[in-house]
């Protein structure tokens, strides 16, 4: 045996392969400029502590698409066959191989195994107390301090390597190349005391430049009471007839779910909701939403004002009285200290999804317990809510704030949400082709007002989500004629992806759009490959709606106010379909692509930006109102229609 060993042994050292630790490493993201409004402060200290996660690759993401299709293409035999949260959780968990080469690296660069620890689902790795000397070793970098505008700090580096054979099992590592989002002047007040570096104490909001845009102010005789004046404000009742949606007449309402997502600090008002029904729908005074509190998230009523009521209240407003009697979800996500970023709502709804000690991303998602005091001291929510059937969410970053790997992760749950039979619907933005707050890109990536290039918004070119524009009803027009593409206070958002591919179910609308209409613009303003993900897909009116708002009636405007009100059609097409004894419709655009004529068609207006005139409207999808309205009646036709 002895002599059988050493015969084996010999040629082994003769010709052994380079170890992993001097394995070459390859850069895993680079980001070449820094977000707007940060700059290098200085190096970090050595004995800095860097709060290091590894985000593991999932098995099967690869077929993702083509599963989802399996249960959402009309044409499938399974269609709205949906899967189980568990079958999700044990389908995509990364692979024993990834979990074990990840951490063999990391022993191989002298990290004990005792130090490493991962989450439930094996979906993260977690390196105890790194110093930014081992960090900078392991990663072939260095850590910087980066200072925002308004003072807050940052840990993170350029760019960052891992060995080429284990960088296929890994998505992404934080803290690295990921930023915040810029700050809005509301948490910077709500910090309770100053940032030391290391950790970012406040995180990448998602609802900057994304609230709906406030109008004129309304006394309550000059409300409209007649259809004919839709033109000039929208209640609920306009929608209903625009859209052809039943009130009043559900028949599966126990069975049915619809939840709306608000990221605290903004908050309803339940004297503005009792307002609001007093005027239209007086049997639902006294209603609240279901309360589902993630990561201390409240309604909040410390602050008051439209920035922080508007978006609720609105929201609110209009899903709880179009799919009345059902009563809403409401999904509130985070504490009025950190607030919290859609990864920390997915943690809530998905229990593999989350990290091993809460948040995501901690320089980009909120952290609980909160580490700092003062805010929601209990553990992050996770897995602890069951998704609703349909979920509407008017908030959005944009492709630019974030890394192509961080949303390929975030794009991939909203997958095993459509597996699981949910319909997600984002708004797809207030600013036409620019970005949040009417920002564009420069040709080297840098937002700026006077940029040229398009700035798309995410998760609306994320091809596993339904992205919802703006309508308005035309000028002196009525709600029983065709409407046109919002140009009243705000436009559309809408454009090609920079990040995703075409998915499939869109490719003949998107290149029929190109070939009759091809848009005159170059490479220079947007990716004309036409190859990228076009958006948004469907749209409802974002103009005029009447809210109530801080004890007054107000007129306002916005992608904020279709999605809610898509979500609420979709609702009560679930409610036809739960009656008949069917499951929910879960994903939509595989449907709502070959089956155009279940929706409006817009064909006029435009969603101007970055110093251009935008997309048009044209017959058949386009990338500002994508394949138009919907009406509900045609689409209950269609989906009772299928399995
Ligand atoms: C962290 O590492 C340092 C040395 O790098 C050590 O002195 C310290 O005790 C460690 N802390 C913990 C909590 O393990
Ligand atoms: C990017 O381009 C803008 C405008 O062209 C310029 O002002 C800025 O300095 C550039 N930034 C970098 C990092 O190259
Ligand atoms: C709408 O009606 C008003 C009043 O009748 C009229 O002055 C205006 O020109 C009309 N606008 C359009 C676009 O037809
Ligand atoms: C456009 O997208 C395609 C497909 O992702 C990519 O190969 C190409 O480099 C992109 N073009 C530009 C100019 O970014």
Redesign the pocket.
Known sequence: MLAGFLLLAVPWAAFALPSPSIAVKRTHERRSVLPHQWEEHSDAHPDMRVPLRIALTQSNLDVAYDELLKVSDPESPDFANHWTAKQIAQFFAPSKETVDTVIAWLEDEGIDRSRVKQTDSLGWLQVANLSVTEAETLLDTKYRIYKHASGAPHLGCGSYSVPEHVSKHIDFITPTVHFDSPVNAHRQEKRKRDVEPGIAKTIGQPRIGTTPKQGASLSVPNIITELEQCGSQITPICLQSLYKMPFDLQLATSKNSYGIVEYTPQSYLATDLDMFFKQFLAKAVGQRPTLDSIDGGEPQTELEGFGYNGESDLDLQYAMALVYPLNPTLFQAGDIVEGASFNNFLDAIDGTYCTYEGGDDPTQDGVYPDPNGGGYEGTENCGTYAPTYVLSTSYAYNEADLTPFYEQRQCSEYAKLGLQGVTVLYSSGDNGVAGNDGQCLTANGTYSASGTRFNPSFPGTCPYITSVGATQIKPNGTVFEAEEACETVIYSGGGFS?VF?MPSYQASAVNSYFEKYPPPYT?AQY?N?R??RGFPDISANGANYVIAIDGEFDLVYGTSCSSPTVGSVITLVNDARLAAGKKPVGFLNPTLYANPWMLNDITTGGNQGCGTAGFTSVPGWDPVTGLGTPDYGLLVAKYLTLP
């Open positions: 920079n591919p490479a990716n490959s190859t990228v």
